[in-house]
């Protein structure tokens, strides 16, 4: 069975990252690179068991997939939370092992929180042996698979 990394970049999230690590149940492996933040965001981090790294000045957000446990890497931002239909596909992979060779990754759905509208479609779970990327989630790749399920974006209070 696979094991899947969850890899989060945050700073001064500290507000919004316990209901994201909440959702994570899927996740065997939970990794934060922290940019500095000021406040307890960290703290938080750690409550859940994740491990934290502190992001290092001139290093490309996606290279932190090497410090994942599984090869599997779930790339998430704070203010994201999987919806129980996507844990429930997740674990549901999870069991029903891939093929090896057979995609370099999935695509998610994402949707607004606030009013439930389709927001876009990205590759959030990534096979870290066959794709590299520079930014905090991978460039769009056309044909990928679809997971079931969403990821709810919570835009900050205003």
Not at 73 to 83: G, I, N, R, Y
Not at 117 to 128: G, K, M, T
Not at 141 to 146: D, E, M, Y
Request: hydrophobic share 35%.
């Amino acid at each position: 069975m696979p094991g899947i990394s969850a890899l989060i970049h945050t700073c001064n999230d500290e507000r919004r990252l316990g209901r994201t690590l909440e959702t994570l149940r899927p996740c065997d492996e939970i990794v934060i690179v922290d940019h500095a933040s000021e406040d307890g965001t960290v703290k938080v981090a750690r409550d859940y068991g994740a491990k934290v790294i502190p992001a290092v000045t001139g290093v490309q957000n996606g290279a932190y997939a090497n410090d994942c446990k599984h090869d599997w890497v779930l790339c998430l931002q704070p203010a994201e939370s999987l919806t129980e239909a996507l844990e429930a596909t997740l674990l549901e992979w999870k069991t029903n092992t891939p093929p090896k060779g057979t995609t370099a990754g999935y695509a998610v759905r994402i949707r607004s929180s606030e009013n439930g509208q389709a927001i876009c479609q990205e590759l959030r779970l990534v096979n870290r042996t066959k794709l590299n990327w520079q930014g905090i989630s991978p460039e769009a790749t056309s044909g990928l698979p679809v997971l079931e399920g969403d990821l709810l974006r919570f835009e900050p209070a205003a």
